[in-house]
């Protein structure tokens, strides 16, 4: 079993920046590669980054691509998701999840673990 807990969010400006962090507990942390999902209201949960066990594999939707990265800190049991140049469509609810070692997948079948989320709020 793992335990997340995201933390993070809240209320930014356009073009601004935030930092969201997902603290893992539990079971091994360095056993799973960890990813970054969000949803937004009336629309469907999408993957937004993911990355391997050892931090040295990620891979990014196109929509957040050259703006957002993903990293983890195996020793602190910790995965974060640097967030800049915000635009009003990346507000939503954002989740970190765990997967099998391995699979980086990009899609929230391959996850077996996630947090309750965290609301970030992009203002015009």
């Known amino acids: 079993q793992v335990q997340l807990v995201e933390s993070g969010g809240g209320l930014v400006q356009a073009g601004g920046s935030l930092r969201l962090s997902c603290a893992a507990s539990g079971r091994t942390f360095s056993l799973y590669d960890m990813g970054w999902f969000r949803q937004a209201p009336g629309k469907e949960r999408e993957f937004v980054a993911a990355i391997n066990w050892s931090g040295g594999s990620t891979r990014y939707a196109d929509s957040v691509k050259g703006r957002f990265t993903i990293s983890r800190d195996n020793a602190k049991n910790t995965v974060y998701l640097q967030m800049n140049s915000l635009k009003p469509e990346d507000a939503a609810v954002y989740y970190c999840?765990?997967?099998?070692?391995?699979?980086?997948?990009?899609?929230?079948?391959?996850?077996?673990?996630w947090g309750q989320g965290t609301q970030v709020t992009v203002s015009s």
């Open positions: 999840a765990a997967a099998p070692f391995g699979t980086i997948p990009s899609t929230s079948v391959g996850y077996v673990y």
